[in-house]
């Protein structure tokens, strides 16, 4: 099987204008040693040749970084769709003006209250809330596709309904809901139980609806596709773990791991090719033979569909093989249905303006999915209506935007 690097999330600083107690990366001063321009500038080319299609560049704050604008505009002159993380505190016009001049598509700003008060406390910063919020309209202002990204924790569990609300109100793409992982800053955090995942889980699914167009999308909980699998209910193109098979992470200093929430380090560009890590490392080999998992995860009949929280199980036991200890489900042992599926010439028309190859396939596995277990022997376009959590998707995502120009300075 072909394994591609289709996703990544790349940590250029540890420097951050703001001390949030979840981050996993202990942001705040910059690190000993990160990247120069011309070693980030060398690894862009690597990832394009490994196929690399969606590079989140994040921190830290990305936006301390003087050399940002460069590397986003030399990503996406390769064809990368680029989208920047940030709290948002340093957005403004111009900023926003830059992002789209160098072809950023979306930007991903992080919102964890809909009171201003908590939020600015939790995040450490005067006015973090009212900045942030002006960010997205910023950059809704300027056609860029905004994210709101909350993670979830005791503090703010029963706010979930009043955050979807609020992005919904910002036309927001997409509404990332995060489940902490105890790794970085966050080891010191209280992290939900089992059971209060798998009800605020089950609540994302029955909001799906409620909030279309915008997307809602869970994070660091793969166990989502399994519960919308039980429920027949659409999602099934979200949720699954990537981790080291069509995901990973940089950090700083160039280290490579599967995912940002793990540690675990598969290799370090300054070391050896991106390539090499990639298709080499033991660390990655052994997260994509799903033989090698243990506990339910390895009994369950989901695991190829859901896989597990690997960076979870790692925050927990000291073995990302070990079962996800998020995930209440208890595995049957019978293994899914896999009858053969039929696309109708629309349904497959549908599908292929997807632009981004691992989201089309995801898509495609997630409708399939949805199809099986609703007993559908052929796919239309009302089926894949059906099981997609959005009812349309967003306009950044055309073929006509993938091919929006980007500006030289």
């Known amino acids: 099987m072909e394994y591609r690097p289709s996703l990544i999330s790349w940590n250029l600083t540890k420097k951050c204008n703001l001390q949030c107690p979840h981050c996993y990366l202990s942001a705040g001063r910059a690190a000993t040693v990160e990247l120069t321009?011309?070693?980030?500038?060398?690894?862009?080319?690597?990832?394009?040749?490994?196929g690399t299609e969606m590079l989140?560049?994040?921190?830290?704050?990305?936006?301390?970084?003087k050399d940002i604008y460069q590397i986003a505009q030399a990503a996406s002159r390769m064809g990368i769709w680029v989208v920047m993380g940030t709290n948002g505190v340093l957005i403004t016009e111009r900023v926003a003006d830059k992002m789209v001049e160098c072809g950023v598509r979306g930007v991903g700003i992080s919102i964890d209250s809909a009171d201003p008060e908590r939020h600015n406390a939790f995040r450490g910063g005067r006015n973090a809330w009212q900045h942030s919020v002006r960010?997205?309209?910023?950059?809704?202002?300027?056609?860029?596709?905004?994210?709101?990204?909350?993670?979830?924790?005791?503090?703010?569990?029963?706010?979930?309904?009043?955050?979807?609300?609020?992005?919904?109100?910002?036309?927001?793409?997409?509404?990332?809901?995060?489940?902490?992982?105890?790794?970085?800053?966050?080891?010191?955090?209280?992290?939900?139980?089992?059971s209060a995942t798998d009800a605020m889980l089950n609540r994302l699914i029955d909001l799906q609806d409620a909030y279309r167009p915008m997307l809602v999308r869970s994070k660091c909980a793969p166990q989502f596709k399994q519960i919308a699998f039980a429920r027949g209910r659409a999602g099934l193109e979200s949720g699954g773990c990537m981790a080291a098979?069509?995901?990973?992470?940089?950090?700083?200093?160039?280290?490579?791991?599967?995912?940002?929430?793990m540690d675990v380090v598969a290799g370090n560009v300054l070391e050896q090719s991106?390539?090499?890590?990639?298709?080499?490392s033991d660390t990655f080999?052994?997260?994509?033979?799903?033989?090698?998992?243990?506990?339910?995860?390895?009994?369950?009949?989901?695991?190829?569909?859901?896989?597990?929280?690997?960076?979870?199980?790692?925050?927990?036991?000291?073995?990302?093989?070990?079962?996800?200890?998020a995930c209440v489900y208890q595995p049957t042992g019978v293994p899914l249905r896999s009858n053969g599926l039929l696309w109708d010439r629309a349904a497959r028309a549908r599908l292929e303006r997807i632009p981004i190859r691992f989201i089309r396939d995801k898509t495609c596995k997630g409708v399939e999915a949805y199809a099986q277990r609703m007993g559908v022997a052929q796919i239309t376009t009302d089926v894949v209506t059906q099981a997609l959590s959005g009812m349309k998707r967003a306009r950044a995502f055309t073929r006509s935007a993938l091919r929006r120009p980007v500006h030289s300075d």
């Open 37 to 50: 321009t011309d070693e980030c500038l060398a690894l862009l080319r690597q990832m394009h040749l490994l």
């Open 135 to 194: 960010a997205l309209q910023i950059c809704r202002s300027r056609g860029l596709e905004v994210l709101v990204q909350t993670t979830v924790m005791e503090e703010n569990y029963e706010e979930i309904p009043a955050l979807l609300d609020f992005a919904k109100a910002q036309g927001a793409w997409s509404f990332n809901l995060y489940f902490l992982v105890q790794t970085g800053r966050g080891k010191g955090m209280t992290d939900l139980s089992a």
């Open 285 to 325: 080999g052994q997260l994509r033979d799903l033989s090698l998992l243990k506990g339910r995860c390895g009994a369950c009949e989901f695991k190829a569909m859901c896989g597990g929280c690997r960076c979870r199980a790692y925050a927990a036991t000291g073995d990302f093989l070990a079962e996800d200890p």
């Open 245 to 261: 098979t069509e995901y990973c992470r940089i950090t700083p200093e160039g280290d490579v791991t599967p995912c940002p929430y």
């Open 274 to 280: 991106f390539s090499d890590i990639w298709h080499h």
């Open 56 to 65: 989140i560049l994040t921190g830290g704050e990305p936006l301390l970084r």
